[in-house]
């Protein structure tokens, strides 16, 4: 599952989400603040794995949900 950080050209606000395994990449991000659909994937940013994944279990803070 890889996160992605976000960032959205209308209102500068960025967030980081993640793709479920096994599910398509969203044609359209939507912003959560501003609503605009000119969200992209930062591009200097390129996603990293989930970190609940792998044999090592739980290891640190979820950087998309803080769990």
Known sequence: ??????????????SQTLVMAGTRMPEVWVCGRCG???VQPK???PAVAHPWEGTGGYRRVCPCCGL
């Open 43 to 45: 591009p200097d940013q």
């Open 1 to 14: 599952m890889p996160v992605f950080a976000l960032s959205c050209p209308q209102c500068g606000h960025e």
């Open 36 to 38: 605009s659909e000119q």
